[in-house]
């Protein structure tokens, strides 16, 4: 930026920011809804996102009067689907049925990439030792075929052990790594998370997923989305309930310390088996926060402006020059500026930062060095310091993982705006409410903040709004 004026040329130079103001608070990331076709007496649970609807598992009865119960009295779970009858409702589910569907368990359950190969969970045996009120069978994963609403050809997952269960399966969007839930010996906990991984068309041996997502808690239903994010079930300690659903990214080679999902997703309540569409602004989860396991929808109540100005620093710097002693350069004078805050300064061409915006009388005297006469404001000019009209982000622009940071609004120059809410996009699906907020980043990365102000509503309900935005980076720790 330069200011011109046919007696003082001024230059801009660089830049100071002043912080200032109010706390602000952590509004809600997510909105959440019990979905429509929910029994109101029995579970439903674990859902999972197919292009033509919402698949998921329930003990509902098998008729109007009929209950569905196993050899020694408990009631079944098996696969249902729902699909939708518009953006808000749902038509009646129906049962995907199976040679299983009368006798076993049957879910939760995954789909491969194709869309028609089926992973699901299932007891492993179907003998007579079954009617044995004092067997335990075991959980196990089964591969099967949907055509329509049935399940066919279904053979068992080679590594089904009658020794320990396996199951709650979830493959990723490539096909090549099968996610289960097992408590089989040699893991961390009562439960922990393993994966497989396709190798020459066969799935190799269990792996567990190590300690940085197990713990010596249950960790179970895995669900491993698109963007390569593993969301996951656990009851260790720190979440406000008995399960919890948390997520974790791979960063060069090793999983990252798990994030806990805020309110309302995770609740005093247990919430687990959590799924979400391609791109995480909504999706689906399990939970018993009311009288039954049931299924709630979730949508993203982030705020997150597809076109945002970037933010313009503001500049209080000038550099002043004497157009005519440039020129003539052998010419015997002094000039002697004096900018109108006090200070002062010698020379043709000088350089001045004011503290802030403002208005100030800069005024130039110059004394011929042959004659000592002095010609007293030989020239002048009213020189206006002015912010950018923006929101303004006053804060750090690259910082450590953990490192608390401190961001303020305060230098905000929305001249006739009156203000009602300061709304900060962190980049990283956080965002916080207030003139001033406090933010920590968890991992590495180049993070876009967006600030976005909004007026309170006007003459005519309309709302003003303006967002600016500015990259922070977070280098790893040395």
Known sequence: MIRRSSIITLIILTSFVIPAGTMGQNPPVYTVARVSFNSSAFNDISPVIVEDGLVFCSDRRFSGIMDRTSFD?????????AERKDAADWKKPGEIKSERSKFFNNGPLCFAPDGKTVYFTSEIETGQITRRRDFVNRSGIFIADRAGMELTSIRPFKYNNSEYDIGQPSISSDGRFLFFASDMPGGHGRSDIYYCELINGEWGSPVNIGPEINSPSLENYPFIHSSGRLYFTSNRPGGPGGMDVYYSIMSNGKWEPPVLLPEPVNSSSDDFAFVAYTDLQSGFFSSNRRRTDDIYE???AI???????????NNYCYEFLEVNAVKFDTMPFRYEWKFGDGHRCIGPVVEHCYTGPGTYLVQLDVVNLVTNEVLYNEKSDILEVTDYEQPYISGSDSAFPGQELH?????TNLPGWDIEQFYWNFGDETVAIGKEVDKTYLKPGTFNIQLIVSTKPEPGGIVREACVCKNIIITPLP
């Open 298 to 300: 979730f949508k993203s």
């Open 73 to 81: 009295g408990r009631r079944l779970f098996n696969i249902y689907m």
């Open 303 to 313: 705020i997150r402006k597809a076109s945002c100005d970037s933010l313009l620093i």
């Open 407 to 411: 961001f303020s609004a305060d230098s």
